[in-house]
């Protein structure tokens, strides 16, 4: 390939991950929104309320630095599917809402976008800059509620609860791998090596399950 073709395949594929990464970030905005009448707690309430401002700051950071960049902003994501993911949140108990939301979506998503910061070019390294720090925060906040949440079982309940938790993970995953998205390609066409982003993935997948089980 020649610097040219390399230099197309990664601003096209870098596109289509920012166009993801915005879609993810508005669809968990407006998820948490829904959420906020009816979250268990006043802690919960306020994290929530504080993380809709901030996913809707970082689809505007995204949605300017995707048009400065010349990003192709067509959805990745269709509508249905969106909506079978709304869909899906809104039929879950707190307990697994903050699973699937947090441990999923938020803590290995954001750990995928960590994953391209050293290979991204310095203006799309600057868009993720804010946005990543927050996810920090969003991370701790999703753990401390569903630590809250454990806790509130009787033991029965919580060893259930905690010796289910990888089956929900893989069962969401492979809900997300089955919307089709070649993001294999493009993770590879930003130069990162795919099968080392997975066992990554895998390593911050178990060092969650550690950290809640303790
Ligand atoms: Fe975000
Ligand atoms: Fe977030």
Known sequence: MTSSQNQALYSQSMGHLLVLYTQVDYFI???CAERLATAPNDAAKMGL?????????HVDIQRHW??????DNA?????????????????????DFLTDLYLVIEALGSEAVERIVPLADPGTRESLRIPLQDELDHVAFGLAELRKALHAMDEKQ????????PARIEHLVAHLQG???PVADWFEGVGSNYPNLCSSLEQRKEQLLTTLAA
Do not use: Y
Request: glycine fraction near 6%.
């Open 75 to 95: 959805p990745v994501i269709n509508a249905q599917s969106l909506e079978a993911l709304h869909v899906h949140f809104r039929t879950l108990d707190w307990c």
């Open 179 to 181: 919307l089709g998205l």
């Open 49 to 57: 309320a504080k993380q809709v401002g901030d996913e809707r700051r």
């Open 66 to 71: 995707m048009a400065d960049f010349g990003v």
């Open 29 to 31: 905005m407006q998820a």
């Open 158 to 165: 919580r060893t259930e609860r905690l010796r289910s938790l």
